[in-house]
């Protein structure tokens, strides 16, 4: 089935956290933002990465028949879920997990809390590559560790690992895990297989282990293709806790239901005792077992075009940018749906930064050095959303930039 992603559906009421507050902001508050037909003058929320569009129609059909069943008790996580997830990942990615090493996890980020307990020891170091997502700083930082930054190098072909920095800073004892983000959330790289094994090897070297937050594989642009951690070999495979979810993939990110694959035994059964000693470990969402094995299983045609409109919207903005506000300078997007913008050209501080895309364009974006200092001067647009938000959101940068 063809679905109309133009259409602007009103997400007022349901307490959306994008379109309800913003929170990410210099000017956070209460927000009223611009309506469906887009004659209000309210903020054009373009932050939270969650998309505007409804999610696959066989995962609404799914859900509506699960409603009517009318029983929402305990539930297991069926073998089924299990294989739907793993049948997706084998046939989208070629990466073959067996189910033992399976478990799920109330999303990404509590997973990566979890992971951070469990294997750090407070006043551990543990490793980042900022300007990176930022819900990291806080699951190393609530376990009483320490983030270390090896950033990453803004170079003229785009951004890149700093593997001699690296190097240099897995080696300090200190330093006993490393949080990956693949595909990289900001900068939207996607890691090639060579740079991953170099990262992998430095962090082998050093005895760092590694949680790879993986959440955006599938959100890949044409002519990218991810490259599975674990798919490097048995040693990098045995060196990893892997983050899957398909919450970005199939718009999802409310059910509150992700995967972790570890394949090493020892490191999955420190992992799951966590996880059961926390009492989160057990019962599932009904609702949101239901929906996920119905996007694996049948989302696949709405995940296509999905796709295909977000690198829509991606050359929307950058023709625009480059036509119209040239001061700015778009980061070529190989992967996710957020797009990173450098706004130094137009020499703000970050306060008028700020005022000019909250306040004076309405434009909510999520500020750039929320990701960490290196972000200074950025903003991150989520793509995800109608192609005529996103011409109202660039006509009304331009507008204020005219006016500096
Ligand atoms: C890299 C990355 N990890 C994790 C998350 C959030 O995951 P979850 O909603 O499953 O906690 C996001 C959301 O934007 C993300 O970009």
């Not at 305990?74 to 089924?80: I, K, Q, V």
């Not at 939207?188 to 005895?207: A, M, P, S």
């Not at 989160?280 to 295909?308: D, F, R």
Request: with cysteine; aromatic share 10%; net charge negative.
């Amino acid at each position: 089935m063809s679905y109309d992603l133009n259409r602007i559906i009103d997400r007022n009421g349901t307490a959306s956290m994008k379109w309800s507050a913003y929170h990410g902001g210099s000017h956070g508050g209460p927000i009223n933002p611009i309506g469906p037909d887009l004659s209000g003058d309210g903020p054009v929320p373009m932050w939270v990465a969650d998309m505007d569009f409804p999610s696959p129609q066989p995962v609404l059909d799914a859900l509506k028949s699960r409603i009517d069943h009318g029983i929402f008790g305990y539930t297991l996580a069926p073998d089924s879920y299990f294989d739907s997830a793993i049948n997706w990942i084998k046939k989208h990615h070629d990466w073959e997990i067996p189910k033992e090493w399976m478990t799920t996890t109330p999303g990404v980020v509590p997973a990566l809390h979890f992971a951070v307990k469990t294997f750090c020891q407070a006043g551990d170091k543990v490793l980042v590559q900022q300007p990176v997502y930022y819900p990291f700083f806080r699951t190393i930082t609530n376990s009483g560790c320490e983030v270390i930054s090896s950033p990453l190098i803004d170079g003229d072909d785009g951004y890149a690992m700093d593997f001699e920095d690296l190097e240099q800073k897995a080696s300090d004892p200190a330093v006993t895990v490393a949080i990956l983000c693949s595909p990289h959330n900001p900068v939207g790289r996607v890691w090639r297989e060579d740079e991953l094994r170099q990262y992998g090897e430095i962090c082998n070297r050093h005895g760092v282990l590694v949680i790879a937050d993986e959440i955006h594989m599938d959100l890949m642009m044409p002519g990218n293709t991810f490259y599975p951690y674990a798919q490097l070999g048995s040693e990098f495979a045995d060196n990893v806790l892997v983050c899957t979810a398909p919450s970005k993939t199939f718009n999802l990110a409310g059910m509150h239901l992700s995967n972790m694959v570890i394949p090493n035994e020892k490191l999955r059964r420190a992992y799951n005792n966590y996880m059961t000693n926390t009492g989160v470990a057990g019962g599932h969402n009904p609702l949101a077992l239901t929906a996920i094995e119905a996007a694996y299983n049948h989302g696949e045609e709405w995940l296509e075009q999905v796709i295909e409109y977000i690198w829509g919207n991606f050359q929307t903005l950058k023709t625009y940018i480059d036509q119209h506000i040239p001061q700015l300078k778009v980061t070529e997007l190989q992967g996710t749906y957020l797009c990173w913008v450098d706004f130094r050209g137009l020499d703000l501080g970050q306060d008028k930064l700020e005022k000019l895309t909250q306040l004076d364009a309405k434009v909510l974006l999520d500020e750039g050095h929320i990701f960490g200092q290196e972000g200074h001067g950025f903003e991150r647009f989520n793509l995800a959303c109608p192609r005529p938000l996103l011409n109202l959101a660039l006509e009304r940068l331009k507008m204020q930039i005219e006016k500096l």
